[in-house]
């Protein structure tokens, strides 16, 4: 292998490693992993109580409604409602903190919820990220398990 080979070699090792040390450094952050998941619990409430789109709209960061548009995210909660029912109860299950370098560039974290509904269950999976000084949601999915 050329003196070329072994620079991109080794240039695609750097850069492995940088974002490992990234990754490893953003996983071992408890204080902002804490401070976004009292953000998600609070977030996840209001939505879900009612299914409330305004609600989550509100807390939606701009790159989530420039994949998801208003009416969209409208028809998705409404669907739910539906479909579940008001919240009764949920419980955090994971929360992991990470970086990003794909659709958006930053560190964000993970929550993955148990919701218990008036007509069924589901698995909710939100992102979310603090972007000056603000948390915002970036990312809301939901699998419903089981409808009574």
């Given at each position: ?5 072994r ?26 992993r ?29 790159q ?60 909710l ?5 603090k ?18």
């Open positions: 292998m050329g003196a070329g080979g620079w991109r070699v080794g240039r695609l090792v750097a850069v492995a490693v940088t974002v490992c040390v990234v990754d490893a450094c953003a996983v071992n952050d408890t204080a902002y804490d401070e976004g998941q009292a953000f998600v619990e609070s977030a996840v409430r209001p939505i879900a109580t009612e299914w409330n789109a305004d609600e989550l709209i509100a807390r939606a960061d701009p989530f409604l420039e994949h998801l548009s208003e009416p969209k995210a409208r028809e998705m909660v409404a669907r739910l409602s539906s479909e579940l029912g008001p919240l009764k109860r949920s419980t955090t299950q994971l929360a992991t903190v990470g970086f990003n370098v794909g659709a958006w560039f930053g560190k964000g974290a993970q929550y993955t919820m148990k919701l218990e509904c008036e007509k069924g269950t589901a698995t999976v939100v992102v979310a990220r972007v000056k000084e603000r948390w915002r949601i970036l990312g809301f999915w939901v699998n419903v398990e089981q409808q009574r």
